[in-house]
């Protein structure tokens, strides 16, 4: 940061200059910095810790007040909120492709949603993805997978989506956009409230116009 004494032939300036640098005050005082714009990656692996983030923080308000509470041991190890435990916690199994739990620890355990159905409609720039199940039985989500390439393997780093599919939500469904017109490959996994994660359901293709 430096500060300059009537920029610009003023006494302040604000805004950016060619794009190259950037005029504002800080506590009363006028300086310049080089324009920097802010990063916003999308690698593989950061869009799929993404997709976890962005999963297990929307719905923490439906894990029931028993399994909140069973999080509060390891906060206090951590001196934290119950919530940054289970967002900890899970995102660190996701790291590793293991599914997360809605309770403290991990058991892997519980049954699988049951008849699972993969859909897509292809649209301009855009993928309509449905996904459904008959039978919930302990289920809690689904990750959804994408590539440019048939007859790939789920990962993470392919991990685009997570969407709650558990008892009352037997279907879910996103609008994957934009995307450049190609041939996409999709898949997905289900897994349970309790970490168990299935196997890829089926790939499913479709032709973006």
């Known amino acids: 940061m430096v ?9 302040a300036a604000s805004g ?5 640098i950037t005029f504002a005050t800080w506590k009363g005082r006028p300086y310049a910095r080089e324009l920097v714009t ?9 869009t799929g810790m993404r ?11 439906n894990v029931s007040a028993a399994s909140q509470t069973s999080w509060d041991a390891q906060a206090e190890q951590i001196t934290a909120s119950g919530f940054n435990a289970y967002m900890r916690f899970n995102q660190r199994l996701w790291r590793n492709f293991l ?18 159905i993969l859909a897509l409609t292809a649209g301009v720039r855009s993928i309509q993805v449905d996904f459904s199940v008959t039978i ?18 789920p990962a993470l780093s392919n991990c685009i989506k997570i969407l709650r599919v558990e ?3 037997l279907s879910a469904s996103f609008l994957d956009s ?3 017109p190609d041939d996409y490959f999709y898949n997905a996994i289900l897994f349970t409230a309790d970490g168990v994660l299935g196997t890829a359901v089926g790939e499913q293709t479709a032709t973006v116009t």
């Not at 500060?3 to 006494?11: E, I, Q």
């Not at 950016?16 to 190259?20: E, I, P, Q, R, Y």
């Not at 802010?38 to 950061?46: D, I, T, V």
């Not at 919930?136 to 393997?153: H, K, M, Q, S």
Request: zero cysteines; hydrophobic letters at 40%.
């Open 3 to 11: 500060k300059v004494s009537g920029p610009m032939f003023s006494l």
């Open 16 to 20: 950016s200059l060619a794009k190259t």
């Open 38 to 46: 802010p990063a916003n990656p999308k690698s593989g692996l950061q």
């Open 51 to 61: 997709s976890m983030f962005g999963f297990l923080s929307q719905y923490w308000t």
């Open 99 to 116: 599914a997360p739990t809605k309770d403290s620890g991990h058991g892997q355990v519980g049954t699988l949603a049951t008849v699972p």
């Open 136 to 153: 919930p039985n302990e289920n809690w989500g689904v990750l959804i997978f994408r590539d440019l390439t048939t007859a790939f393997t």
């Open 167 to 169: 008892t009352a939500f």
């Open 178 to 180: 934009p995307l450049v």
